[in-house]
């Protein structure tokens, strides 16, 4: 820790506008990490001042108080304290408060204020706390507390001057820290900060006559126990339609763009080459490509999720959820990343951190691959339209999307029941997390922040896609390509590499659900992402072409494989454990490979299970 | 009969939080989270209680109930809102 800048560090309580604050101090120039060995997401970034010193700001979790009772409190109480290995003491601590709302974040003022290091307050929001005719004086309460305040609205250009003229003013000074006095707090020293600081604000605020409205008329709809259902039923309908249809141009701009790239290189290497040739086509720019390809379907979602999170929806949708949601073991807050789930389980499980609970968390990590991810898709339509006939049932539903809506319904189903059986096994003894959060007030989403958050997400999944995932992919080529076929062999090359011996190894036991070494060889190819596994089984069976082949592929399988075959490979997508990027996702996020290799396991037993018992009926009903 | 405030025993008038419907507006009295529904202990729930909010003498008004059986709530307290169960809202006394 031998840097010369200041180093500074927001805290402050939930939905004080911490993070705002934080991307107009840092802009871009963020770095989004973990803590050493746990699952805390640190965020740390840097400016400079006007007179040209240069600062690093540190974005601590949010907490109600330094009692630590989460792992992401736990950091900032040991941060603040100075007693966090491989993290320096913050040289100047800002404490953000909401200036419309101080109760809470003033009483973690006076504990933070026996901390005895350097600190600030900044009253954020200040311009929504003057339109509704909040008057705070200032001085008085500088004086009442002792520390030095400034104002800020974080979301305005300009917004943040003072605060950065204050922290020059501030380094122009030498500081000492007095001696912590902090212990952790009782009720009873809970209770006197607490009438400490409501003395303080009944001294310092006066408030409007007409206290602000919109947000309770807001929720007497959004909160309503029937129409708030049906708005969120609303919001998730139009989410789910812009992650399908409005990423589609997109994703299949990039699939084209990847295909054509690697056409081209194909093209410009001479054919003796042919090795090199394969791995940049195939292992290379196919394999990265085909994860990439989900870039603008996360992009949306978390431009949906952070939207929701901004206006202060988010808290509501738990509170709307956690009823329904708590029957399964589950809590409020996994509702959104478990819908994420259903584009692709990677941001899905990226989302769970609005989770606070540990073991909330796990579970919800645990199930949210079951959700129907886009990746199985194309998996599901090749083989329904090439087994299930598209008659009409009742007049007006379709079989085949009949069939389609069942296999999703089975996989929540299978995910609730996952979520019930996991926290009656593995969490039987310890008591459910209990439901309480903070309402904010609604507030006009700040399109530059929100913009930020959605720009670092995708770099974060990028970088993935550079990293784990490549080197996945490699494996994955390099397996279905060596040993290469010999000269004027017959059959597609792929007949004679690992990913075949692997299948023919294999095929035993998948005999009994139903499935040959050709499906098997496909698999393997499919642990890269899911969909692969359709070009894959294109290859065993020696189809030339690239998407349009999709229908001749159809055509092959049903004169291949029985029903029987079919519903088995249905069935198993439902669980399939196939997919390399969603268990890395899983390990980088719950900080080990315990978890990963729990998913992989128990999704693996599950899909060989209801595989088995499904081909086995179908062959037992004579479905061949 | 109102009953002498130094014993432990409920108040005529005074209602556990969690068993109060929605419209209800009145004021914290105490905290007694020995007897509630909630897994946390005691202590801690009433520790959690006072950080979101929860002090004697604040006015609590419940705005919103959830979907399946009126849960969980909505609570004004003082001038923030918080959602808790009400199972949690047990250990709020209020009058």
New interface residues.
């Given amino acids: 820790m031998t840097t010369a800048s200041l180093r500074l560090a927001l805290v402050g309580a939930p939905n004080t506008g911490k993070t705002s604050l934080f991307n107009s101090l840092t802009g871009s120039r963020q770095k989004v990490a973990n803590y050493p060995g746990v699952t805390v997401e640190r965020k740390s970034g840097g400016f400079v001042t006007p007179e040209g010193r240069s600062v690093t700001v540190l974005d601590l979790p949010g907490t ?2 330094l ?1 630590g ?1 989460s792992p992401d409190e736990e950091i900032t109480r040991d941060i603040v304290l100075g007693r966090f290995d491989g993290e320096a003491v913050p040289d100047l601590m800002l404490c953000v408060a909401d200036a419309t ?1 101080l ?2 974040t003033l ?1 973690l003022v006076l504990e933070l204020k026996r901390v005895g290091r350097p600190m600030m307050l900044v009253l954020n929001m200040i311009d929504i706390a003057k339109r509704r005719g909040v008057t705070i004086d200032l001085d008085r309460m500088s004086q009442e507390l002792g520390l030095p305040i400034v104002t800020s609205v974080a979301v305005r250009k300009g917004g943040v001057d003072e605060l950065l003229k204050r922290t020059d003013e501030f380094l122009a000074k030498s500081h000492e820290a007095a001696a912590s006095e902090w212990t952790t707090p009782t ?1 009873a020293d ?2 006197a900060a ?2 400490e600081a ?1 003395r303080i604000i009944a001294a310092v605020v006066t ?1 409007p006559t007409k ?1 602000d409205t919109l ?2 008329r807001i ?2 709809v959004v ?4 129409w ?2 049906v708005i969120l039923a609303v919001i998730l309908f139009v989410m789910f339609q812009a992650v399908f249809t409005w990423a589609q141009p997109a994703m299949e701009l990039l699939s084209d763009g990847f295909a054509a790239l690697g056409q081209l290189i194909h093209d410009l290497l001479p054919a003796s080459w042919g090795l090199l040739q394969s791995f940049l086509q195939n292992g290379l720019i196919s394999g990265v490509g085909s994860v990439i390809v989900f870039l603008p379907q996360i992009i949306i979602i978390f431009l949906f999720i952070l939207l929701l999170e901004d206006f202060g929806y988010m ?1 509501r949708a ?3 959820m ?3 949601m708590g029957g399964a073991g589950l809590h409020g807050r996994a509702f959104i990343p478990l819908l994420s789930s259903f584009a692709c389980a990677i941001p899905g499980i990226m989302a769970t951190r609005v989770i606070d609970n540990r073991r909330d968390r796990l579970t919800t990590i645990l199930i949210a691959p079951l959700m129907t991810c886009s990746a199985r898709i194309p998996v599901y339509t090749l083989i329904i339209s090439a087994f299930v006939p598209a008659t009409t049932l009742w007049g007006f539903v379709n079989l085949q999307g009949l069939v389609m809506f069942g296999l999703y319904a089975a996989g929540i189903t299978s995910a609730l029941t996952v979520s019930a059986i996991a926290k009656f096994f593995l969490w039987r003894d310890h ?11 609604y507030k006009m989403p700040r399109l530059k922040s929100i913009a930020i958050g959605v720009f670092t997400r995708a770099k974060m999944f990028l970088y993935r896609a550079g990293t784990t995932i490549l080197s996945m992919m490699v494996l994955i080529w390099f397996l279905a390509s060596f040993p290469q076929a010999p000269a004027g062999a017959e059959g597609p090359a792929i007949n004679y590499s690992f990913a075949a011996m692997i299948g023919h190894a294999l095929e035993p036991l998948l005999r009994p659900i139903g499935f040959n070494w050709q499906i098997a060889v496909a698999l393997i190819p499919g642990m890269a992402a899911r969909e692969v596994a359709v070009a894959a089984l294109g290859t065993v069976y020696s189809i030339e072409g690239g998407k349009e082949a999709a229908d001749a592929i159809g055509q092959v399988l049903a004169q291949k494989w029985t029903l029987a075959t079919a519903l088995s490979l249905l069935v198993w997508y439902i669980f399939a454990p196939q997919c390399a990027s969603t268990l890395a996702v899983i390990r980088r996020e719950t900080g080990g490979a315990k978890w990963m290799v729990v998913t992989f396991l128990y999704m693996l037993a599950l899909a060989y299970v209801a595989s088995f018992l499904t081909f086995n009926l179908a062959q037992a009903l004579g479905l061949h | 009969m109102t009953g002498d405030p130094d014993t432990s025993q409920d108040n005529l008038q005074d209602i556990r939080l969690g068993h109060a419907d929605r419209g209800f507006v009145g004021k914290i009295i105490r905290l007694d989270a020995l007897v509630t529904g909630s897994s946390l202990s005691p202590q801690e729930l009433e520790q959690r209680l006072v950080e979101m909010g929860f002090v004697e003498g604040a006015r609590v008004e419940i705005l919103h109930e959830g979907t399946i059986r009126r849960d969980p709530i909505a609570v004004r307290v003082d001038n923030i809102t918080i959602a808790l169960r009400r199972s949690e809202a047990m250990a709020v006394i209020v009058e």
């Fill in positions: 109600y108080s009692r009772r709302n109760r809470l009483r009720i809970l209770k607490q009438r409501d408030l206290p947000t309770n929720d007497s909160l309503h126990p029937v708030g259902l808290a738990a509170f709307l956690d009823r329904i008591a459910p997390a209990p439901f309480m959060l903070e309402l904010p007030d």
